[in-house]
């Protein structure tokens, strides 16, 4: 089995948002519109961090699947392609967090 990546879940909402929305939750998000899919990646983020503060591991590997799949949609409906977010996470590599925290300040 090939490994199954963001990207490839990128691809599906991006053929999913112009299916009916009768038959996709994807159409339905991406007719709805930005707020209505910002509200569901919120709840879906609540969600995360309850299941994270609960401690329990399963409810917290599910809710994480909903949160990136909702995020994928948010990115879609913003026209912001995954390759930009990872652009920007690739320069981030090469400082810490902290460090860029730091200069951030200054
Ligand atoms: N990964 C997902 C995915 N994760 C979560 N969800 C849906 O997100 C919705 C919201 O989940 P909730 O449990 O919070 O739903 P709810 O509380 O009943 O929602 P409300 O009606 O109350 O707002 C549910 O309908 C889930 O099925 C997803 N829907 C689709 N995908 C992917 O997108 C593909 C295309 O899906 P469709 O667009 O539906 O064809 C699928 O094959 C999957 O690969």
Same mark, same amino acid.
């Given at each position: 089995? !090939?490994?199954? *990546?963001?990207?490839?879940?990128?691809? =599906?909402?991006?053929?999913?948002?112009?299916?009916? /929305?009768?038959?996709?939750? !994807?159409?339905?998000?991406? !007719?709805?519109?930005?707020?209505?899919?910002?509200?569901?990646?919120?709840?879906?983020?609540?969600? !995360?961090? =309850?299941?994270? =503060?609960?401690?329990?591991?399963?409810?917290? *590997?599910?809710?994480?699947?909903?949160?990136?799949?909702?995020?994928? $949609?948010?990115?879609? =409906?913003?026209?912001? /392609?995954?390759?930009? $977010?990872?652009? $920007?996470?690739?320069?981030? *590599?090469?400082?810490?967090?902290?460090?860029?925290?730091?200069?951030?300040?200054?």
């Amino acid at each position: 089995m !090939t490994e199954f *990546t963001l990207s490839d879940l990128e691809k =599906i909402v991006a053929r999913r948002a112009l299916a009916s /929305p009768d038959e996709s939750w !994807t159409a339905k998000l991406y !007719t709805a519109g930005q707020r209505k899919a910002a509200k569901k990646l919120g709840e879906e983020a609540v969600e !995360t961090v =309850i299941a994270a =503060i609960a401690g329990d591991r399963d409810n917290l *590997t599910d809710e994480s699947a909903d949160l990136l799949y909702h995020l994928l $949609v948010v990115l879609k =409906i913003a026209d912001i /392609p995954l390759s930009d $977010v990872l652009k $920007v996470l690739e320069k981030r *590599t090469a400082q810490s967090g902290l460090e860029e925290k730091a200069n951030r300040r200054e």
